[in-house]
């Protein structure tokens, strides 16, 4: 199947510079973007789609999440990370049964695909559930069952956990024709001793597999790892043999100096989820910093719980000012920083080279902008309008591998009025 979108603005990408095709065709055969051009291509093709007025942009890749915490948004908010955690959040979960994981993941897929996510890593348990309904929704993702052990004499070869996750990369690493990938999962320093750690983390290597973790997400978090360790959670995480795979770390809002050349020596991925961070009351991660050392920095939410949605656009928003504040410097974001963490920076992340980015020969991960909105009026600067003026809700079409899954409302692989239904007697059940 050949389609052909006319008409439409396009943002490209070459080498880091991003230019804006005008009424340009975009053209697609099966999974695989084959045209980009501003004319209309000779060959022929199977539809072809006046898309005028819309802007075609990459699929957004949100770099760190929890799906189905989307069944506990709102829960505990305003309170510290600590309390919110142990309080709130942790007590619900151990309520969570498979069912409710399947339906909160859905609902999450519901928001992102309605707001331009075509691919997302994400962290919970019971994850063979959010992979039964990312393969079903068509959307991509690197899924992963976190690791933990509270207890410091317990034998990490019996960590029921450590089971689990090597029985999930074993069944599903790769599955879906790729779009889903198995990556491991250590979810903190505090949350495990250092035998499983270690241990974890030799089997991570050994499958040549990649790592997810939670890290320096707050001053307390880190000052205490210094406490009893006698070093920081990415000296920690380094010299436990973590970083020999390919790791991305969430938050790194309190990284030092060091932590950070640390970072840029073992190519570890810092994931940036700035909503998160400031309604969690976090601090500002040095994303400036880790740039400039050459640390691939992308763009998350965290979880519905702590966040509260899974709009991508806000992300993008977000990153590409409250860093200029916090500096008092107006250049340190600029648009195209922000708009490569939340897609190319993102794809590498994954261990994705065949998406994000417009360009021949990389898979149809493709959003569609309504331009006739308002606010988007006039747009003399595209990728300025991507990450200071647009919306969520501008999103008309979201694309993943050449399939359309979203488009102006409806859910071409969702029921979603069944899943609202599950959601709510989940909620109910949860006691939320």
Not at 195 to 223: C, I, P, W
Not at 305 to 333: C, K, Q, R, W
Not at 361 to 375: F, N
């Amino acid at each position: 199947m050949k389609t052909l979108f006319t008409g439409a603005d396009i943002l490209t990408e070459e080498n880091g510079i991003y230019k804006t095709l005008k009424h340009a065709c975009l053209g697609v055969e099966n999974d695989t973007i084959c045209y980009i051009g501003e004319s209309i291509p000779e060959e022929p093709y199977d539809v072809i789609r006046d898309f005028s007025g819309k802007l075609l942009i990459p699929g957004l890749i949100n770099g760190h999440t929890h799906t189905p915490m989307t069944l506990l948004r709102g829960l505990g908010s305003d309170q510290n990370l600590q309390t919110w955690l142990y309080d709130y959040i942790f007590p619900t979960e151990d309520k969570l049964r498979a069912q409710d994981i399947r339906v909160g993941t859905d609902l999450a897929l519901l928001e992102m695909l309605s707001t331009g996510t075509t691919s997302f890593t994400d962290m919970y348990n019971f994850t063979e559930e959010t992979v039964a309904a990312c393969t079903d929704a068509g959307i991509k993702a690197n899924l992963c069952r976190p690791v933990q052990e509270f207890d410091s004499n317990a034998d990490p070869r019996e960590n029921f956990r450590i089971r689990e996750s090597m029985e999930l990369f074993r069944g599903f690493h790769h599955a879906a024709e790729d779009r889903i990938r198995i990556d491991f999962a250590i979810h903190a320093e505090y949350t495990s001793n250092e035998s499983t750690v270690r241990y974890y983390s030799e089997l991570a290597a050994e499958n040549h597999g990649r790592m997810h973790l939670h890290m320096s997400e707050t001053k307390t978090e880190h000052e205490e790892c210094i406490a009893r360790r006698g070093k920081t959670p990415a000296a920690y995480f380094r010299d436990c043999g973590t970083f020999l795979s390919p790791t991305a770390a969430a938050h790194c809002v309190w990284v030092s100096e060091e932590d950070i050349e640390i970072m840029a020596q073992c190519g570890v991925t810092a994931m940036h989820n700035p909503s998160s961070n400031m309604k969690l009351g976090s601090g500002f991660a040095p994303v400036e910093k880790m740039r400039q050392r050459g640390v691939n920095v992308t763009l998350g939410t965290d979880g519905a719980a702590s966040n509260n949605n899974l709009n991508m656009f806000e992300e993008l928003h977000l990153a590409s000012i409250i860093h200029n504040g916090y500096m008092t410097d107006p250049t340190v974001m600029k648009p195209e920083i922000t708009f490569a963490m939340a897609t190319r920076n993102g794809a590498l992340q994954q261990g994705r080279e065949d998406t994000g980015a417009l360009v021949v020969g990389k898979k149809a991960d493709v959003v569609a902008i309504d331009l006739h909105r308002p606010h988007l009026f006039p747009n003399p600067d595209t990728l300025s309008t991507l990450c200071y003026t647009a919306q969520g809700n501008d999103v008309c079409m979201t694309m993943v591998n050449g399939k359309v899954l979203y488009e102006n409302g409806e859910f071409k692989t969702i029921d979603a009025e069944r899943v609202y239904a599950l959601a709510a007697e989940s909620v109910a059940y949860l006691g939320i």
